[in-house]
């Protein structure tokens, strides 16, 4: 019986691999000015979530501080273990996608994200639906409230019993925004279209630079920096992040067709960008708009030059991919580009201990009451929570 199961994954990945190999091969070459205008579209998708995704981090973090929640921010533990979780993650794709069939795999993993892709179409999309909804549609607000209620004890108020699970705030307006944004979302499912996997992948992109929270410029180093090592890995070393992008049929890339002037929307030979190559200099480069608006000087000098820095880094990659004919890893031209223009500038302009220090949500410590017999500003010994600045002032 092993032997029979051995077989029947030797003559799967044998498939699989040769199905890969003959879709490069028999791909009819595109044309220079199909090739230009397939990157040239991918450059300009990869800026826009970017500049949008960046000032919506702020206008984030602004309705968060002022609600009063803590925000989620990725730590620097977070930012060392990330290339080895995301390292599993795509290694299991890839023995998932060589041993089982790829339509069942790619069903699920579309169900899923047609729901995700409903939600984050939804945030980015609302405000310029709203705007262009006819008068015909009256706005109308409501609230959905779930509690759960557990019955309360004698000394308790009935209400006291009661737990919110959710409280949703939504508009006719909304409604139609989610209706919209469903009919692409089954667009995607049923086609397959290209056009409805960059709208998706373009919402994906926005949401994951507003929302995903870098604290400190160190961090993001450290994350770029770990992540510039897994990217070179699995695109040089392997094949696997190749084959997983290929064959993983999910809106977690952004693609444009090189033969678009010859077939028009029916177009089949792709130029991708994976959302990964965005998000992550993305979420940095958002983090330097935030140390701009901290300086108060009136000027994103910060977030210009770095922003410029990922322009060039993302041409650089498809440059000496087109060069070469071979898929490039970006992070290994985008990282440099990221890291090395923000700290070069920092120290032209004397800013670089303010950058390492700078964070977004300062990082309370516990500092020990003073000993006894020494002055105390308010006489009792509860240790104090300070912010790190503060702790580093204090020695």
């Known amino acids: 019986m092993s032997e029979s199961i051995v077989e029947q994954i030797t003559k799967t990945v044998v498939e699989n691999v040769t199905e890969t190999a003959q879709n490069i091969t028999t791909k009819e070459p595109a044309t220079p000015e199909g090739v230009a205008l397939a990157y040239g579209s991918l450059v300009v998708m990869a800026l826009v979530p970017i500049f949008f995704g ?51 795999i790619n069903l699920l993993l579309s169900s899923y994200f047609f729901f995700l892709g409903i939600y984050a179409m939804t945030q980015v999309f609302s405000p310029f639906v709203t705007s262009l909804v006819p008068s015909i549609v009256p706005f109308h607000t409501y609230t959905l409230v779930m509690t759960c209620t557990s019955p309360p004890s004698k000394k308790q108020d009935k209400t006291e019993g009661q737990e919110k699970l959710l409280n949703l705030a939504f508009s006719t307006h909304d409604c139609v925004c989610v209706a919209l944004c469903s009919l692409i979302g089954l667009w995607y499912i049923i086609k397959k279209h290209w056009v409805a996997n960059n709208l998706l992948g373009l ?77 992550i200099p993305g979420i940095f480069i958002a983090l330097l708009l935030r140390f701009d608006k901290s300086l108060k000087r009136g000027s994103y000098t910060y977030f210009t030059a770095t922003f410029g820095a990922y322009l060039v880094g993302l041409l650089a990659t498809i440059l000496v991919m087109h060069v070469y004919k071979h898929a490039q890893p970006a992070l290994l031209y985008l990282v440099p580009a990221c890291l090395g223009v923000p700290t070069a500038l920092a120290a032209l302009k004397g800013d670089f201990s303010t950058l390492v220090r ?33 702790a580093r002032k204090e020695k």
Do not use: H
């Not at 410029?217 to 070393?237: C, M, Q, R, S």
């Not at 290929?246 to 929307?265: M, N, T, Y």
């Not at 017999?373 to 503060?390: I, N």
């Open 54 to 104: 960046s000032f919506r981090s702020i206008t984030y973090q602004a309705a968060q501080k002022a609600a009063g929640e803590k925000l989620d921010t990725v730590t620097s533990k977070d930012a060392a273990m990330f290339p080895i979780i995301a390292s599993c993650a795509l290694f299991g794709l890839y023995l998932i996608f060589m041993i089982f069939s790829k339509e069942y």
């Open 203 to 279: 919402a994906f992109a926005v949401n994951g630079i507003e929302l995903l929270s870098l604290n400190s410029v160190t961090t993001g180093a450290l994350l770029l920096a770990g992540l510039f090592v897994y990217d070179i890995f699995w695109v040089f070393g392997t094949n696997v992040m190749v084959t997983v992008a290929r064959s993983f049929e999910a809106p977690i890339k952004l693609v444009f067709p090189q033969d678009l002037l010859e077939k028009g929307f029916s177009a089949s030979n792709f130029a991708m960008l994976g959302l990964g190559d965005i998000v």
């Open 358 to 390: 700078y964070e977004d949500s300062p990082t309370e410590v516990d500092v020990a009451p003073p000993p006894a017999g020494e002055e105390e500003d308010d006489g009792d010994d509860v240790p104090r929570r300070v912010t790190r600045a503060e």
